[in-house]
């Protein structure tokens, strides 16, 4: 059984800001926990635009706090997201998020991110498998 905290986690190499401050990523479960998805707790600070497209995985976002935008840029559809709201990006679909407020949403990614990744130009994060012991 794993238990952690948010907390505990915090200010650790579990805990990622991008580079320009606009949102932060804390890992709670990540590929090296063995199994089979990582875990995160991620905020998107208020009137920025975040551009992200999984190219390599599936994630699931659950928005617990915060309203905005969500823009499907393959499909060019744009939702109105608040707290409930949940989009799964199935499709590995390119999208924007434009937060209002200040989000705070948890994140599933298949497969499991090993916490190494860091975003490319397109927002893309590369497939980093971890070895089996």
């Known amino acids: ?6 907390e505990e986690i915090t200010d650790t190499e579990r805990d990622i800001t991008s580079e320009d401050g606009q ?12 199994v089979g998805f990582s875990f995160h707790e991620t905020t998107i600070e208020a009137g920025t635009i975040n551009e992200f497209h999984y190219a390599n995985h599936i994630e699931a976002v659950w928005l617990v ?9 393959d499909n060019d559809v744009v939702y109105d997201i608040g707290p409930g709201s949940m989009y799964l990006l199935n499709g590995h679909e390119r999208h924007r998020v434009e937060p209002e407020t200040r989000m705070r949403m948890l994140c599933v990614f298949n497969p499991p991110v090993t ?8 927002g893309v994060y590369p497939l ?6």
């Open 1 to 6: 059984m794993i238990v952690r905290t948010t």
């Open 23 to 34: 949102w932060r990523s804390k890992r709670i479960v990540l590929a090296g926990d063995r």
């Open 65 to 73: 706090e915060g309203t905005g935008k969500l823009r499907d840029l």
């Open 128 to 133: 980093i498998v971890e070895e089996t012991a």
């Open 115 to 122: 916490g190494r990744e860091v975003h490319d130009e397109n």
